[in-house]
């Protein structure tokens, strides 16, 4: 047989080792509804995608049947621990029977270790190669490294990355279904409910479809670039580098408004706060603010909405209500 490979027969197997991933993260990791919408957005864009991820799912499942037919029962923690390990190198094996030896590296992967912080809270990562990770407000990521490769899984909130690029140990971030590649980098990811925002500090990312996990085709990102993506389109845009550090003022525990509208402010505010404010007329949220704040700083702009921008102030049942007076 000759050592060539088709284009074919290389999709197939880039396929197949996609597919194992996703099993492998859905019955060892913890499984979000973000996770499930990704798989179904994976699972929905080909038939070779469905075949190539239920036949393993089959494989994976007349594993633990046979496991469950054969009554095998143990009467300790330790020896019930060892038959899950058994367990999962009998499945390891169904799954090299089914797709070949390359699914078995996806199998054995260690488990991500995560990080949360809460509202009003940051944490800074220190990662053995010198990489840094610091986590904004209610924030949660996953971190998995191994000798050939460094992930992260920004699962909700904005994290900053400075990153030692190393090229055989790559680093990507995968988030709201893309695919964020370090290639010397410093760059923030802030993932919304409906939408995903990545600013380049430094250096250059590359940006890709999660679902095309092996694809060459990447979004090239350098330094001001600002993308912005929702579930219908994204966009491109580029900032100087002292509006961008105003955006990212968070870091050093403050927040810098440039004439921003007076909305803006109010939900940048509600993100550190479990107090919450509310705008209640459009005039008000359309006001313009140019200030800085400290992170916790609420009760200072409150003072400034009230006393300099005029509006009207009020508490009710423990949310703080601002709008313009009456006439």
Do not use: C
């Amino acid at each position: 047989m000759s050592g060539s490979q088709t284009p074919a027969a290389l999709s197939a197997r880039e396929i197949d080792a996609r597919a194992a991933d996703w099993l492998q993260r859905r019955e060892f990791w913890d499984w979000s509804d973000a996770d499930q919408a990704a798989l179904d957005e994976w699972l929905a864009q080909s038939w070779a995608n469905r075949v190539a991820y239920h036949r393993l799912e089959a494989a994976w499942s007349r594993t633990n049947r046979l496991a469950a037919l054969s009554g095998y029962k143990r009467e300790n923690e330790e020896e019930r621990g060892g038959a899950r390990f058994l367990l999962r190198a009998a499945a390891a094996f169904a799954l090299v029977a089914v797709m070949g030896a390359s699914a078995a590296v996806y199998i054995w992967q260690p488990k991500a270790k995560a990080y949360s912080t809460g509202t009003g809270e940051r944490e800074t990562l220190s990662l053995p190669d010198g990489s840094q990770i610091e986590l904004n407000t209610n924030t949660s990521l996953r971190i998995l490294a191994t000798p050939t490769e460094r992930q992260v899984w920004l699962d909700k909130g904005e994290a900053y990355f400075s990153i030692m690029h190393n090229p055989k140990r790559p680093f990507t971030v995968w988030t709201a279904n893309k695919r964020v590649t370090d290639i010397g980098t410093k760059f923030v990811v802030r993932q919304d409910a409906s939408r995903l925002e990545l600013a380049v500090m430094e250096g250059r990312v590359g940006v890709a479809s999660a679902s095309d996990a092996h694809s060459a085709r990447n979004l090239q990102l350098s330094q001001g670039d600002i993308l912005v993506a929702t579930a219908n389109a994204s966009s491109v845009t580029r900032k100087a580098q002292r509006k961008i550090a105003n955006d990212f003022s968070w870091r050093q525990g403050m927040l810098v408004f440039d004439d921003v509208p007076f909305s803006k402010v109010v939900a940048e505010f509600n993100r550190y706060s479990t107090e919450k404010l509310v705008v209640a007329d459009d005039t008000a949220a359309r006001t313009r603010v140019s200030a800085t704040f400290p992170i916790n700083g609420v009760e200072d702009f409150v003072k400034l909405a009230h006393r300099v921008l005029g509006l009207r102030v009020e508490r009710r049942d423990g949310e703080t209500v601002i709008s313009r007076p009456q006439p």
